[in-house]
């Protein structure tokens, strides 16, 4: 930090003021519990990904770098103090990412005052690490490898994992990773590539690897060690604490770049990069489109590198089944990719293309009121609220992704014309099913869906819109059904922790060194953080819930056992409904809801529904 002694200490004692007076064993515990309300409270910004059950409309009637080796050190002291007090410091430091001088103030202010704890950082944070990390040249940059077992045993001595999996001497885990470019700064070249784990039974990711440096990595030396672990793993198998951990499933969830480039295949400019089917682009407009559906590519003509759109062998052909391993990625392919190019059409249009849907700047003024409005029953499970149409080129992929499940069949349907309403309600009602597990049965009608979406594009539109992203619909529904719902091919848990990341890395000489060491930390912070507390309220918006049996309710008052009060809700009527009445909101638990004189007392709540009321409701 560059500033002035006077200044420096000014700011510590405004930090300090709010967390620390101790002078006795009862301020001491009154700080131990102010760590853990940070920590609930950060639980709710990491969750970008929380799956809301469907909505409801009531109507009434100095930087941290250090050394990579200073960091990893294998000589831990055993008889270190061992407080929660000291375990609760390192998680406050992690969560509000404390600068170096600043914390080492902190620890020397807690150490004259008496208190049991390490006096420096350094010490502090060495029971994060528990063996050493081996760093190695690569290519332009620096590559460090941790390991996907090195997590598994993280997670087994932090009981993370489902006790029902050791029942079983022979545990098999499946496997979600992400592999993507991370740029550090604006003002250089320098790029972060980590890979990513996430087990099933886990909703935070964990780190593997990590490459820094200028450009991609040589691809072959960059996935050798994973490839090495993940084969092990399928087959042998790693023992630890009398279980056998193995791999049964693995999938690789990234966008099409990264995917193109960890599958040695052509990028999505190719004629043939399409890495499902065969089919064959066409340059129309200045992009290269893929109008058509071609027979599926192979495992086996990938295996002999006679696939027409590989450019290199991938090492991970000895490991996963490129044909179903590498599914769409719900967030980059249809929240930033068609959702956000739908948007724009309706808005603003793009660049050669000025469809008959967009909107005027009357009709674009009443979804801003409706949004203004909208905002006020918004629960606070929602990473984001509405932000108005002006802002669309600031819009985050969980922005697009609520407007696509939640608020676009309202906003959209008084003001776009109807063949470009429903033509958007075939995509909502598609994704809406395909994001909901208990949703399983309608899954032959989100596929019928997504057909006439795709076909009414060259009608509505132009066929020139059937890029990458939107010809990746033919294959969504088959990965679908083979994963199980979209939040299985999803990105954005892998893209909350790398945000995360990048927010903790300075600028400084030690970049890559800085970047592994807060790989950990990150880790650390997931690990620690509450991401599946969801909060009900007697007041508006997060007085609506679901009971175990389906029903709907509204929330009058919630007891000290986490058991509530309220009045069941009755459907009265759809919201919307399309091809005929053969689809409708109702068929997803959406639509016009009404008071019953039903009461239920002292139930306990399944998850959270969400309620917007119109104009004239109560």
């Given at each position: 930090i560059n500033m002035a002694s006077r200044n420096f200490n000014r700011e510590i004692r405004k930090k300090l003021l709010d967390f620390i007076h101790v002078e006795g064993d009862s301020e001491a515990h009154e700080f131990n519990s102010r760590p853990m309300d940070a920590e609930r409270q950060f639980g709710s910004i990491l969750d970008e990904d929380e799956d809301v059950e469907p909505t409801v409309y009531i109507s009434e009637q100095e930087d941290d770098a250090g050394s990579v080796d200073e960091f990893m050190d294998d000589n831990i002291i055993d008889d270190e103090p061992e407080p929660d007090f000291a375990h609760q410091l390192l998680l406050f430091y992690?969560?509000?990412?404390?600068?170096?001088?600043?914390?080492?103030?902190?620890?020397?202010?807690?150490?004259?005052?008496?208190?049991?704890?390490?006096?420096?950082?350094?010490?502090?944070?060495?029971?994060?690490?528990?063996?050493?990390?081996q760093v190695?040249?690569?290519?332009?940059?620096?590559?460090?490898?941790?390991?996907?077992?090195?997590?598994?045993?993280?997670?087994?001595?932090?009981?993370?994992?489902?006790?029902?999996?050791?029942d079983s001497t022979e545990i098999k885990l499946n496997l979600k990773l992400n592999c993507d470019g991370l740029p550090l700064f604006k003002s250089s070249k320098i790029t972060l590539w980590p890979i990513l784990v996430q087990f099933e039974h886990i909703r935070q990711p964990f780190p593997v690897a990590s490459f820094c440096g200028l450009g991609l990595p040589p691809l072959l030396d960059y996935l050798e060690q994973l490839t090495n672990e993940l084969s092990i793993l399928q087959t042998t198998g790693i023992q630890y604490k009398d279980h056998k951990f193995k791999v049964?499933?693995?999938?690789?969830?990234?966008?099409?770049?990264?995917?193109?480039?960890?599958?040695?295949?052509?990028?999505?400019?190719?004629?043939?990069?399409?890495?499902?089917?065969?089919?064959?682009?066409e340059y129309i407009h200045g992009r290269v489109v893929f109008p058509s559906f071609c027979e599926l590519r192979t495992n086996e003509d990938y295996a002999t590198m006679n696939e027409n759109n590989q450019t290199i062998r991938s090492p991970l052909l000895l490991v996963v089944p490129?044909?179903?391993?590498?599914?769409?990625?719900?967030?980059h392919m249809v929240c930033l990719g068609i959702m956000k190019k739908l948007m724009k059409l309706y808005t603003s249009g793009v660049k050669g293309l000025r469809a008959a849907c967009r909107l005027s700047l009357e009709q674009v003024k009443r979804i801003n009121s409706e949004i203004s409005y909208l905002r006020c029953y918004v629960p606070r499970e929602f990473s984001r609220k509405p932000r108005l149409l002006h802002d669309l080129k600031h819009y985050k992929a969980s922005e697009f992704r609520n407007y696509l499940l939640y608020w676009g069949p309202v906003l959209l349907q008084k003001e776009l014309q109807a063949p470009y309403y429903e033509h958007f309600l075939l995509l909502?009602?598609?994704?809406?099913?395909?994001?909901?597990?208990?949703?399983?049965?309608?899954?032959?009608?989100?596929?019928?869906?997504?057909?006439?979406?795709?076909?009414?594009?060259?009608?509505?539109?132009?066929?020139?819109?059937?890029?990458?992203?939107?010809?990746?619909?033919?294959?969504?529904?088959?990965?679908?059904?083979?994963?199980?719902?979209?939040?299985?091919?999803?990105?954005?848990?892998?893209?909350?922790f790398l945000g995360l990341l990048k927010r903790r890395i300075r600028a400084s000489r030690h970049i890559f060194s800085q970047s592994v060491n807060q790989l950990r930390n990150v880790r650390a912070i997931y690990a620690d953080a509450e991401l599946n507390t969801i909060y009900f309220s007697p007041e508006s918006p997060n007085n609506c819930a679901i009971l175990p049996d389906g029903r709907i309710v509204v929330v009058s008052n919630v007891t000290a056992s986490g058991h509530v009060d309220g009045t069941v809700l009755e459907l009265t009527r759809h919201l919307y409904q399309f091809d005929n009445s053969r689809f409708s909101s109702s068929l997803l638990g959406i639509g016009y809801y009404r008071r019953t004189r039903v009461r239920v007392m002292n139930r306990f709540l399944q998850t959270r529904q969400s309620a917007f009321l119109d104009n004239k409701s109560f």
């Amino acid at each position: 930090i560059n500033m002035a002694s006077r200044n420096f200490n000014r700011e510590i004692r405004k930090k300090l003021l709010d967390f620390i007076h101790v002078e006795g064993d009862s301020e001491a515990h009154e700080f131990n519990s102010r760590p853990m309300d940070a920590e609930r409270q950060f639980g709710s910004i990491l969750d970008e990904d929380e799956d809301v059950e469907p909505t409801v409309y009531i109507s009434e009637q100095e930087d941290d770098a250090g050394s990579v080796d200073e960091f990893m050190d294998d000589n831990i002291i055993d008889d270190e103090p061992e407080p929660d007090f000291a375990h609760q410091l390192l998680l406050f430091y992690l969560l509000f990412n404390i600068p170096v001088r600043a914390m080492n103030y902190l620890l020397r202010l807690l150490v004259s005052n008496g208190c049991q704890v390490p006096a420096t950082l350094h010490l502090l944070k060495k029971p994060l690490s528990k063996f050493k990390t081996q760093v190695e040249t690569m290519g332009t940059g620096q590559f460090a490898y941790v390991g996907i077992f090195e997590n598994i045993k993280y997670c087994v001595d932090r009981m993370m994992l489902p006790s029902s999996l050791f029942d079983s001497t022979e545990i098999k885990l499946n496997l979600k990773l992400n592999c993507d470019g991370l740029p550090l700064f604006k003002s250089s070249k320098i790029t972060l590539w980590p890979i990513l784990v996430q087990f099933e039974h886990i909703r935070q990711p964990f780190p593997v690897a990590s490459f820094c440096g200028l450009g991609l990595p040589p691809l072959l030396d960059y996935l050798e060690q994973l490839t090495n672990e993940l084969s092990i793993l399928q087959t042998t198998g790693i023992q630890y604490k009398d279980h056998k951990f193995k791999v049964e499933k693995i999938s690789f969830i990234c966008d099409t770049p990264a995917r193109s480039f960890i599958q040695g295949t052509k990028g999505h400019a190719g004629y043939s990069s399409c890495c499902w089917c065969r089919t064959t682009g066409e340059y129309i407009h200045g992009r290269v489109v893929f109008p058509s559906f071609c027979e599926l590519r192979t495992n086996e003509d990938y295996a002999t590198m006679n696939e027409n759109n590989q450019t290199i062998r991938s090492p991970l052909l000895l490991v996963v089944p490129f044909t179903t391993a590498f599914p769409p990625d719900f967030m980059h392919m249809v929240c930033l990719g068609i959702m956000k190019k739908l948007m724009k059409l309706y808005t603003s249009g793009v660049k050669g293309l000025r469809a008959a849907c967009r909107l005027s700047l009357e009709q674009v003024k009443r979804i801003n009121s409706e949004i203004s409005y909208l905002r006020c029953y918004v629960p606070r499970e929602f990473s984001r609220k509405p932000r108005l149409l002006h802002d669309l080129k600031h819009y985050k992929a969980s922005e697009f992704r609520n407007y696509l499940l939640y608020w676009g069949p309202v906003l959209l349907q008084k003001e776009l014309q109807a063949p470009y309403y429903e033509h958007f309600l075939l995509l909502h009602f598609a994704t809406y099913v395909y994001s909901s597990p208990k949703l399983r049965h309608l899954f032959p009608a989100a596929r019928a869906c997504i057909q006439r979406f795709l076909f009414d594009i060259r009608r509505l539109f132009h066929e020139s819109l059937y890029t990458v992203n939107f010809h990746g619909l033919f294959h969504l529904p088959d990965f679908v059904e083979m994963h199980g719902s979209l939040l299985e091919m999803s990105a954005f848990p892998f893209e909350n922790f790398l945000g995360l990341l990048k927010r903790r890395i300075r600028a400084s000489r030690h970049i890559f060194s800085q970047s592994v060491n807060q790989l950990r930390n990150v880790r650390a912070i997931y690990a620690d953080a509450e991401l599946n507390t969801i909060y009900f309220s007697p007041e508006s918006p997060n007085n609506c819930a679901i009971l175990p049996d389906g029903r709907i309710v509204v929330v009058s008052n919630v007891t000290a056992s986490g058991h509530v009060d309220g009045t069941v809700l009755e459907l009265t009527r759809h919201l919307y409904q399309f091809d005929n009445s053969r689809f409708s909101s109702s068929l997803l638990g959406i639509g016009y809801y009404r008071r019953t004189r039903v009461r239920v007392m002292n139930r306990f709540l399944q998850t959270r529904q969400s309620a917007f009321l119109d104009n004239k409701s109560f």
